[in-house]
């Protein structure tokens, strides 16, 4: 299973997503986003992970869209201005990062 480490925290990306770029802002409501290009078209798929566990998957996301987002000074404001309700998407059961627990020898 694949791992990321963000600000000394480790997580398990779901396999599924193994393949996404994965990048953590600063933010008070998203905790992760992620992109994959769609190799037939100049678009990429998207997700975004809130800090509530509530987790979406876009499609269709141009290229821009995302570096901007990835650029994005509030990325929370960005999703909401410029992907949500702009292009399909589906609610996630579950989440796709988790935080690995420590266990500690005690």
Excluded: W
């Excluded at 769609?38 to 987790?55: A, C, R, S």
């Excluded at 995302?66 to 404001?77: D, M, N, P, Q, R």
């Amino acid at each position: 299973m694949k791992t990321l480490t963000f600000y000394d925290i480790a997580y398990e990306v779901d396999e599924r997503y193994n393949d996404y770029a994965v990048f953590k802002l600063p933010s008070s409501n998203v905790d992760f986003c992620g992109h994959l290009p769609d190799e037939d078209k100049d678009t990429q798929n998207f997700f975004v992970q809130f800090k509530n566990g509530g987790t979406y998957l876009y499609r269709d996301i141009p290229n821009e869209t995302v570096i901007e987002a990835s650029k994005a000074e509030s990325i929370g404001k960005f999703i909401r201005a410029e992907i949500s309700g702009k292009y399909p998407s589906v609610k996630l059961e579950h989440k796709i990062l988790t935080e690995v627990s420590v266990q500690n020898g005690n």
